[in-house]
């Protein structure tokens, strides 16, 4: 491990390695590179997902400054909330989730899991982005708390961390492996992942190229920008001695479709064949989007019949229930 991590706090919330697998048959399949997947769909607490490795920080902070209880904001199906939801259950604080909409009937999918793993909720209608976070937190520390407050996403400097640490474990999985990686594709959307593995891949010293796929904007710009302000706070957290600038990301955005949570065939067939070929399940918002992508770059040439390609598997497969009807069609036999 690397020295860079020794003095931040951290929380063991996490099974780790999670394991870096080949697609072998996907990959005949498709006559192109060969696919890889780093399984975080694995991370196990909660039912897992990226976020768990951004919250083994955000919650080693939480504690390390005495917090009793976290707060953050997030969609109604947040991936990130319930895994926030599980995390604080983990070790032992409240968390209180300000959601956007309004209370449903009943509770689904990644509320259902909420509920289940403790969280208090706060509907906040139209307020989507956190702006009744403040008021929340005023009431806590009213009542004698200490909350910790957690961005959108688990998307800052300190989040970040994770997933640098994260291309240390797989670098060695790599190095055991004997695959040098060309590339690592990834859903990129509030920025931590994707920050973190650039920090990551720079600290371990590796070449691969990494390209997030645009899950919920459509133009470049600020987000290139967001993300290089994201990787030079963390570099600057841990003492890693690099200058990002939003020219060190690459993004693409081809693969937007009708927009941000909206399946096509794109997502339709990336999640079926991933299914037929391998028994591996992606969710139809994030990583039935990059696979999508990635499948459709290899069918366009754009990558070397002996390159080695990875798809950073973020986890958010309770979408597949919540969304069935549109990933197979009406059963007729
Ligand atoms: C949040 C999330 C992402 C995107 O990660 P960011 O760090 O927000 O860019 C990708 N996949 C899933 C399943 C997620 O929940």
Redo the contacts with the bound molecule.
């Keep these: 491990m690397n020295s860079y991590f020794d003095n931040i706090p951290r929380v063991n919330i996490l099974n780790l390695p999670t394991p870096l697998v080949k697609l072998k048959r996907l990959s005949e399949h498709l006559e192109g590179p060969n696919i890889y997947l780093k399984r975080d769909d694995l991370t196990g607490l909660g039912l897992g ?3 768990t490795r951004k919250l083994e920080f955000l919650l080693g902070e939480a504690l390390s400054q005495n917090c009793d209880s976290i707060i953050m904001p997030g969609d109604i199906q947040s ?2 909330c319930r895994q926030a939801a599980a995390a604080a259950a983990a070790v032992g604080i409240q968390c209180h989730l300000a959601l956007s909409g309004t209370k449903p009937e009943y509770a689904e999918g990644n509320l259902l899991l909420d509920y289940i793993f403790g969280a208090v909720i706060h509907w906040c209608g139209e307020y989507t982005n956190g702006e009744k976070i403040p008021e929340i937190a005023e009431k806590l520390r009213a009542q004698g708390k200490r909350p910790y407050i957690i961005p959108y ?3 800052n400097c300190t989040g970040v961390i994770g997933f640098a640490t994260a291309v240390c474990e797989i670098k060695d999985q790599l190095t055991n492996q004997n695959i040098n990686l060309d590339y690592i594709i990834l ?8 920050a973190g593995i650039s920090v990551g891949v720079d600290i371990c010293g590796l070449s691969t190229k990494v390209i997030g796929i645009g ?1 919920d904007k459509s133009v470049p710009g600020d987000y290139e920008y967001e993300l290089a302000k994201l990787a030079n706070e963390a570099s600057i957290k841990i003492g890693f001695d690099k200058q990002y600038d939003s020219k060190d990301f690459i993004m693409n955005y081809n693969y937007f479709g009708n927009g941000y949570g909206k399946i096509g065939n794109l997502e339709r067939e990336a999640i079926n064949l991933t299914g037929k070929y391998e028994g591996i399940l992606l ?1 139809p ?3 039935g989007r990059a696979m999508g992508a990635l499948i459709h770059m290899i069918q366009d040439n754009q990558f070397m019949k002996n390159e080695n390609i990875l798809l950073w598997h ?3 497969i309770q979408a597949v229930f919540m969304r069935a009807r549109e990933l197979v069609e009406k059963i007729t036999d």
């Design positions: 997902g990226n976020k991936n990130c996403g688990g998307s859903p990129s959307s509030s920025g931590g992942t994707h899950i969710d918002v994030y990583n973020t986890g958010g």
